[in-house]
Structure formats: structure tokens, C-alpha cells
DNA sequence: AATTCGGGGGT
DNA sequence: ACCCCAGAATT
């Protein structure tokens, strides 16, 4: 184990107490709240999620409106923060905590993690901000800020090393104010030590830092290469009857953007053209049911929506037709349903002069 | 233990 | 192009 610097907690809440950033999140241990800020937060940056923590508390002020909420309206208020299972799990967990636990949220680690969507991180951050039970988090900051400080090289992503570092941020915490504490060596990552460039000749904890004495900053932490991301092919076939409706779907299946809305999609190998899009027979049973007036390729060139583990090439085919088949919406009403940002911004494009 | 879940911002 | 972000659930 690396050797432990005994005031490398009080030099860090010291640093925190002058430096950290006025959150709405910040001066309350309203468990609601805090929950909230958390499940937002995973894998997403704090400027990104906080209009979404503001939409919510205002549509939302307790866990009951929440509970009460329709999953669509949920699912709509979080459109574009990604990652929708947060937004699924979110209901669900607000439903039980309304219907079932009185209202009230568990106050230790165990029971907080058996709330849907609450993991070893937000049980521990929940725990230590609300209820001050001494529960180090570990996130991408807690590791990046641990690995250079102690010269750890351990990838961060495998389970060894994510037990290595879980415990030593155990040690370190301070017992007397876990929850500050733990704030305290996040922000510290996300505004000190940053990924790329830190300004590591002024920081407070150059003097021991292994990282800095060793000249390995750069290559702190460790962490082993994903694999390489896969190309898809999207044809989405927006449909324009002539009163002004269109068909949408709701994603059911599993894979990405579960139970939003789309347009009719035909998924295939490569890109396509018209004449060979008309050849599929996904595109001949949809024209089974569509009576097809006209279709044509809106973009030229594919739009590339790109996902962290996937490019999504995609061809929006406008599909004129006469009279009206099941299931069409209103085209004026697109803009109440969740739909995956690929297509709001197709939205937003194509029918700005509709 | 590895994979899959978004989208935005920085370099 | 590649990396990272107040991770969790599923395979």
C-alpha cells in the first residue's frame, strides 16, 4: 500500500472550502436532492446536468411528483443528458421510495444501494453528503486525482484495481465530514487536477505528489483501451401524409434509447441507396401498409451521430403520402415526445419552415 | 470480467 | 481522432 500522507485530507477540504463552485446541489442534505444531483451526474459533467437539476427540482420539488409522473414526461424532461436507463431507473426508484418507503430514503450504504440505479458510488455519496456516514466515493475524479498523488498504476478499469482504490480512498476519508470530504477530492479533480495539462508546479500537493516527483503525470491513471467502435447504418423513413402527420415509434427492444420515440428505422449492413432500399423487405412490408406517393433522401451525405461505442450513419428518407395509416401523430406535436437527439436535431432542421 | 448503455466538451 | 465525464446494469 502506498504510504499514507497524514494531512492529505485537511489540505484537501481546506483547498475545497476556497475553491469549490456555488452548486444548487451544494449546502443541502435534502436526500431527494442530493439523490437527484447524483443519478444525473454519473459519467456526465456537472455543466451538462445542471439545467437538467433545475428542470427536474422546479417540475418535481418532491420525490412523490416524481413517483406520480408519467415515464414519457420523465423520460421528455431528460432528453438529450443520455444514458436513459438513468431516467427509467430514477421513476422506478421514486415510485418506491413514494409508495413504499414512505417517502423517506434509505440513510446507510446497504439499503441506499438497493435503490434501481444506485451503485457502490451514489450509495456512498448519498450516505456520506446526507446522513455523514464515513463512505468514500471513487469516480473517474477519485481516481485520477489517488493514482498521481500515490503513484498508482493499477488500470482503473478492472476490478482489482477498482478495489485498490476504493480502499485507500476508505483510508483517507475524513471520518469527522465524509461528505465534505468527498466533494472535496471530486472537485479537486474536475477543476485542479484536470485530465491533460495540469498546473502541477502550484499545486498544494506537489511537494509528495509521486506523480509530479516522478514526471508520470501524463500517464496517470491507467487505463486499458476500449475496443474499437462499431459502424451502424440508420434509414429513417419519415413519413408526410397530407394533413400534416407522421408515423413515430417507440423503441422497445433492448440496445440504445430504450423506449424512446423515432421514426420508422431500417437498420442495415451499409449504405444504401434508394433503389437498393426499395429492394429490402423491411422496405416492402412497410410499403405494404403506406401508400407511397413519393420518397426521396433528405441528406446527401449521412448525418454520423456519434455514441461513445457506436457511429451511427444515418439517412433521413422522406416518404410523401396520401391519405393517413395507423398510428401517425400530429407533425405539430413531435416536440412531446422523447426522442434521441439525432433525430430532435433532424426535427428541429427539417421542419423549422414546414 | 467484459460489454453496453449518450451526449457534449476538450485537445 | 481520441479521451474524459460526480457509474450502473447486464451479459
Not at 16 to 38: D, G, M, V
Not at 255 to 278: C, D, Q
Request: aromatic share 12%.
Amino acid at each position: 500500500m502506498p504510504k499514507i500522507v497524514p494531512y492529505f485530507p485537511n489540505k484537501l477540504i481546506s483547498w475545497y472550502l476556497q475553491n469549490k463552485r456555488e452548486l444548487p446541489w451544494r449546502n443541502t442534505a435534502n436526500p431527494y436532492h442530493i439523490w437527484l444531483s447524483e443519478i444525473m451526474l454519473q459519467q456526465t459533467r456537472v455543466l451538462q446536468g445542471l439545467p437538467y437539476y433545475l428542470k427536474f427540482v422546479e417540475a418535481y420539488p418532491k420525490v412523490e411528483d416524481l413517483a406520480k409522473a408519467p415515464e414519457d414526461e420523465v423520460l421528455k424532461l431528460w432528453q438529450g443528458l443520455g444514458y436513459y436507463s438513468r431516467a427509467r431507473n430514477l421513476h422506478t426508484t421514486a415510485k418506491m421510495v413514494s409508495e413504499e418507503m414512505n417517502g423517506v430514503f434509505p440513510d446507510n450504504h446497504k439499503n441506499l444501494l438497493k435503490l434501481k440505479g444506485v451503485g457502490d458510488y451514489t450509495a456512498s455519496a448519498i450516505a456520506s453528503i446526507c446522513f455523514n456516514k464515513p463512505e468514500a466515493v471513487v469516480d473517474g475524479n477519485v481516481y485520477r486525482v489517488l493514482s498521481r498523488v500515490f503513484g498508482i498504476s493499477t488500470p482503473i478499469n478492472t476490478s482489482t484495481g477498482q478495489k485498490e482504490f476504493k480502499q485507500l480512498a476508505q483510508q483517507l476519508i475524513d471520518e469527522k465530514q465524509p461528505g465534505t470530504f468527498n466533494q472535496a477530492i471530486m472537485e479537486f479533480g474536475a477543476r485542479y487536477c484536470v485530465p491533460q495539462n495540469p498546473d502541477c508546479g502550484n499545486c498544494i500537493f506537489n511537494d509528495n505528489c509521486v506523480a509530479f516527483q516522478q514526471k508520470k503525470v501524463a500517464e496517470l491513471p491507467v487505463k486499458i483501451k476500449a475496443k474499437p467502435v462499431k459502424k451502424r447504418f440508420f434509414n429513417y423513413l419519415v413519413i408526410l401524409s397530407e394533413n400534416e402527420r407522421t408515423i413515430l415509434q417507440q423503441r422497445m427492444g433492448k440496445g440504445i434509447w430504450h423506449k424512446l420515440y423515432e421514426f420508422p428505422l431500417i437498420e442495415t449492413s451499409e449504405e444504401v441507396n434508394l433503389s437498393t432500399l426499395k429492394k429490402l423487405q423491411q422496405f416492402q412490408d412497410f410499403a405494404k401498409k403506406i401508400n407511397i406517393e413519393t420518397i426521396s433522401l433528405f441528406n446527401e451525405k449521412p448525418v454520423v451521430h456519434k455514441l461513445s461505442h457506436q457511429h451511427l450513419n444515418t439517412q433521413f428518407w422522406i416518404v410523401e403520402t396520401l391519405e393517413d395509416s395507423e398510428n401517425t401523430v400530429p407533425i405539430s406535436e413531435i416536440g412531446n415526445y422523447a426522442v434521441p437527439v439525432l433525430i430532435a436535431d433532424f426535427v428541429s432542421e427539417f421542419f423549422e419552415n414546414y
